[in-house]
């Protein structure tokens, strides 16, 4: 079975730096998706940013980047330029394609990023 | 509606009562999945409809826990007999297609079972 691995219950950084969250998978598969989700107090997920498993370059969405490193099975997510609005809970998501063809979900425990002014 | 919403936002029940949490996707989104979210975890799948065929119903905690999805767009979780380890949130995304589309997740319904 998969799993994903957030190993920092909780992060802070300063506003304007830079912070790295950690997460770790476990799998047997070759053709699956990572993603990071963002949850802010009010409960509602958002997504940050996604990579397919079979490219090799990291993918970027403006201040987000990710570290993919498929042998590892690491998948880091960098915020940039921190803002106050980046406070959240934010999840590591794999994305399994199971045998019968859907499309299960596996979720990390998440880390919790604050941000100080 | 412009994104997923559920209904109620928020439920008491009292142990042994059922209860019925509804899910209204993204118009024309053809995927829908639920996930509890138990206090400071992150969201455990439950189950998985393409328009209204449930494929995937292998995150049910018990059979007491019962979805549907009759006309391929609204969706009810219903949970029979609750028990107070039921109360978490219970979220709802759903995605344009089948592959690996973002899914949009409404607020949640946070149950409480007393």
């Known amino acids: 079975a998969q799993t994903v691995t957030q190993s920092q219950p909780e992060m802070s950084v300063q506003e304007a730096e830079t912070v790295t969250l950690s997460c770790t998978y476990d799998t047997s598969e070759s053709d699956y998706y990572l993603f990071w989700y963002k949850q802010p107090p009010s409960r509602q997920m958002i997504l940050v940013i996604r990579q397919e498993a079979y490219k090799q370059q990291n993918a970027t969405e403006n201040r987000f980047s990710v570290n993919f490193q498929k042998a590892a099975k690491s998948f880091s997510l960098k915020i940039s330029d921190s803002q106050l609005g980046d406070a959240a809970m934010y999840f590591c998501a794999y994305r399994s394609r199971t045998t019968s063809g859907t499309y299960k979900y596996i979720f990390g425990t998440g880390t919790r990023l604050k941000v100080l002014a | 509606g412009a994104g997923v919403s559920q209904s109620p936002r928020y439920k008491v029940a009292k142990r042994g009562q059922d209860v019925a949490l509804r899910c209204d996707p993204i118009s024309g989104h053809v995927s829908l999945f639920w996930y509890q979210q138990a206090l400071g975890q992150g969201p455990e799948f439950l189950t998985y409809?393409?328009?209204?065929?449930?494929?995937?119903k292998s995150g049910l905690p018990s059979d007491r826990f019962f979805a549907e999805r009759p006309e391929g767009s609204v969706s009810t979780l219903k949970i029979q007999r609750t028990q107070q380890e039921d109360s978490a949130v219970y979220l709802c995304?759903?995605?344009?297609?089948?592959?690996?589309?973002?899914?949009?997740f409404g607020p949640g319904t946070r149950l409480t079972v007393l």
């Open positions: 995304a759903s995605s344009w297609g089948t592959s690996y589309n973002e899914q949009f």
């Open positions: 409809f393409q328009n209204e065929a449930q494929l995937d």
